[in-house]
């Protein structure tokens, strides 16, 4: 007989009065000597089937290793449920245990650990109703992201992970090297010789695939790129990863407006699809650590996001009469308290704010008239501060090229960039979402590390 995933057990109702096979992770198991209730899970839903054994079918010793966290299949009648919590159960006419987890040993045996403690069994977490739900809303979100674009005609672009440019401007870099770190070549004034490297030049882990999505979106006129980059900072905050994934979509004659409205689009798009197709785990998660949530995304998916310029936003936060951390006045880097209070307090909304000063944007971004400024976009979440950032891309050759002078950035690496406004340069604009921080919004979890798989942080990489 063919093994029925849990989820389509509990949504087919022809299922009823016929002979399943399920297969799944034992989550408790409790009963009598006349009958035994297993509550199994096999991870295609956050919700359980309950297998029913009665005693006088099988032994005390049959059913001794069915501990939780123990793998088993049951083959058996899947009936109308009598208890409440559950629409139909299995009663069971055989059992097979393929593995067992000795509740001596297997740490997830007891319910209710922490967040912190389950980080520090990231190899075993995903078995617990919480990382299974976040994980699954995050699979949701992934495939609405490739959803989007696909329906809106971009192209799928995969740009490097490894790059020789360590100028991208967005942070510090993982070098890779292959060169013997005990045994360095060196030059004859004493510098690592890089020559000898694999690549014959220093390069890095990728902290932006967009350099080379304006390549692909001067070409193709709209890509988006999807994939894992890696920032070198040591920052340990609830909101920055050594390892993320990001969404950069580049987009030939869009300007700052078109962009900003695609920006908004596309994270109210996803939020909806994931309230459409992951309703069961954010209602968990919901329930169980976050009562706004639903209520937080739906107020996202159903408002306009507020637009106005850091200038605006710098003024409000100095009248605002509030106590920060860090004193915020025209010219400065917004903090995350300054984001929040803009978004959560000023205007209980998301905000998108536009023409930064051009000292603390990257040399790439499209200059005002005013001198001072640069068309950057900033997309503001309650709970997240910065969920997106983006610009309209400085398409002008000589201005581009002065800026970069003025940085100092090292134009040998940058003459193929420079290349895309040499040979038909057009308006185009684009912007990066960072994925961990929408999966963090939708999900309602608090820190980053607890909405991706395997979190890479500093110090910590073990699995
Ligand atoms: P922040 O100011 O929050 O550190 P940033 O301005 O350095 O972010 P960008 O270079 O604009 O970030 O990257 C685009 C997006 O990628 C950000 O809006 C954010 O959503 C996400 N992001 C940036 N750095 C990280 C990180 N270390 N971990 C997870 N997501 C990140
Ligand atoms: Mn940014």
């Known amino acids: 007989m063919k093994r029925i995933r849990v989820v389509d057990l509990l949504k087919t109702p022809d299922f009823i009065g016929t002979d399943v096979v399920v297969k799944g992770w034992v989550r408790t198991r409790r009963g009598n000597k006349h009958v035994q209730f297993v509550q199994l899970s096999d991870g295609s839903t956050i919700k359980n089937i309950q297998i029913v054994f009665d005693m ?43 593995g067992t987890a000795d509740p001596e040993a297997y740490p997830l045996q007891k319910k209710g650990h922490t967040l912190e403690f389950l980080r520090e069994i990231a190899h075993l977490r995903p078995r ?71 690549f014959g030049k220093t390069t890095a882990l990728t902290v932006s695939g967009q350099l080379e999505g304006e390549l692909g979106a001067t070409a193709l006129g709209q890509i988006y790129t999807f994939g894992p980059t890696f920032r070198a900072e040591n920052s340990n905050t609830p909101r920055h990863l050594s390892e993320f994934w990001m969404i950069e979509p580049e987009m030939a004659f869009y300007d700052i407006t078109d962009n900003m409205d695609l920006a908004e689009e596309f994270v109210k798009y996803c939020i909806n699809y994931a309230l459409d197709h992951s309703m069961d785990d954010i209602k968990f998660l919901a329930d169980m650590y976050d ?49 929040r209070y803009l978004v959560e307090e000023h205007f209980k909304k998301p905000v998108i704010l536009t023409d930064y000063p051009k000292e603390i944007k990257a040399f790439y971004m499209k200059q005002n008239e005013d001198g001072k400024t640069v068309r950057a976009m900033d997309v503001l979440f309650p709970h997240i501060g910065e969920i997106i950032g983006g610009s309209e891309r400085e398409e002008n050759y000589d201005k581009l090229l002065a800026r970069i002078e003025e940085l100092n950035i090292p134009m040998k690496d940058m003459w193929w960039y420079l290349d895309t406004r040499r040979f038909g340069t057009v308006p185009h604009s684009g912007f990066g979402l960072g994925f961990e921080r929408l999966v963090l919004f939708v999900t309602g979890m608090t820190n980053i590390r607890d909405v991706i798989p395997f979190p890479r942080t500093p110090g910590k990489a073990e699995f």
Request: aromatic share 10%.
């Open 291 to 339: 009562k706004d949530l639903i209520d937080r995304l739906r107020f996202v998916v159903d408002n306009d996001f507020v637009r106005l310029s850091y200038g605006e936003g710098v003024k409000i936060l100095e009248v605002s009469g509030k106590k920060f951390e860090f004193p915020v006045h025209w010219g400065t880097d917004l903090q995350s308290e300054h984001e």
């Open 56 to 98: 006088a079918k099988f032994s005390d010793e049959e059913l001794k290793p069915v501990t939780t966290g123990s793998a088993i299949c049951v083959e058996g009648r899947l009936v109308e449920s009598q208890g409440k919590g559950q629409t139909c159960e299995v009663q069971a006419d055989t059992l097979t245990v393929y």
């Open 128 to 198: 617990t109703n919480t990382f299974g739900a976040v994980l699954r809303v995050r699979s949701t979100l992934a495939f609405a992201i490739h959803k989007f674009f696909n329906e809106r005609g971009f192209q799928y672009l995969h740009t490097p992970l490894i790059t020789a440019s360590d100028c991208e401007g967005a942070g510090a870099m993982f070098q890779v090297t292959t060169l013997d770190l005990n045994n360095l070549p060196k030059t004859d004034d004493g510098k690592v010789d890089y020559t000898q490297d694999f």
